[in-house]
């Protein structure tokens, strides 16, 4: 994986266009080494799409093959948090 696919999928994200993103990830991690950038990334398109557990897995997976990556832990708290919140106003309108 060279720095310029990185740069592109960081594009991709920016740009919103997630599947392509998604399909870009897949075929990087299917034919190479395991990457913490390349879960790093894949953990912020879930997030972007909500998908809270997921993004979670996939910043556990950065922190697996890279115990100080810059973020991901940030990234895992901000998602717990989200999934933690309850608001009981919002339940009796």
């Given amino acids: 994986m060279t720095e310029a696919q990185l740069k592109n999928i960081k594009t991709l994200i920016d740009q919103n266009q997630l599947g392509e993103a998604v399909v870009?990830?897949?075929q990087l991690l299917n034919s190479s080494e395991k990457s913490a950038d390349l879960?790093?990334?894949y953990g912020q398109i879930f997030q972007k799409r909500g998908e809270w557990g997921r993004?979670?897995?996939q910043f556990q997976?950065?922190?697996e093959l890279d115990p100080q990556?810059?973020?991901a832990?940030?990234?895992i708290e901000m998602a717990r948090s989200i999934l933690?919140?309850?608001n009981p106003d919002l339940?009796?309108?």
């Fill in 24 to 26: 870009r990830i897949e």
């Fill in 55 to 57: 993004a979670i897995n």
């Fill in 39 to 41: 879960h790093f990334l």
């Fill in 73 to 75: 832990q940030n990234q």
């Fill in 84 to 86: 933690g919140f309850y």
């Fill in 61 to 63: 997976c950065v922190l």
């Fill in 91 to 93: 339940m009796n309108p």
């Fill in 69 to 71: 990556f810059p973020g």
